[in-house]
């Protein structure tokens, strides 16, 4: 397996980051990446791949000071391999060298796999909301400076 991190315009490529999230996710709206990839600042993508294709992705990018872990998932095959966890973990670490303090991120009160990852990484709930298309959202947030012990909290 290859995890690799792509930057600024190659992680942007539509094409691909459409493909991967349609392996990921059953309900996807395409025009839901394309519209949002272009007015993302300083974009940030780690994907890993194998020699069958791509197994998963993390795509986040700059909110003002913060960093912000918008999308990302694991290709049925490689489920429940600690995957996205690895995926987070390059994330956080990248993210962290590039000078972030905080990583902020919202999910879905309905994906509790994704909650519960979270937590186990170090992330706190900071709030709540119902967003514009009418879904309860769970908002996390992490602070990177204690990144040192998020390899305990990560185990």
């Known amino acids: 397996m290859n995890i690799e991190i792509l930057e600024q315009e190659q992680a942007r490529r539509t094409e691909l980051l459409t493909a991967m999230a349609r392996d990921v996710f059953d309900d996807l709206d395409p025009g839901y990446i394309g519209a949002r990839v272009p007015h993302m600042v300083d974009p940030m993508l780690v994907m890993a791949s194998d020699e069958l ?7 986040g990018y700059r909110d003002s000071a913060n960093f912000y872990s918008w999308l990302g998932g694991v290709h049925p095959r490689a489920r429940r391999q600690g995957l996205a966890t690895e995926l987070m973990r390059a994330q956080h670490a990248h993210v962290h060298s590039m000078g972030y303090r905080n990583i902020t991120t919202r999910t879905r009160a309905s ?11 170090g992330f706190e709930i900071v709030g709540f909301e119902i967003n514009d298309a009418g879904f309860a959202v769970v908002n996390q947030r992490k602070g990177l400076d204690v990144e040192a012990n998020a ?4 185990s």
């Open 53 to 59: 294709g791509p197994l998963g992705f993390k795509l």
């Open 151 to 154: 390899g305990k909290q990560m």
């Open 111 to 121: 994906n509790r796999t994704m909650i519960i990852l979270n937590r186990k990484c």
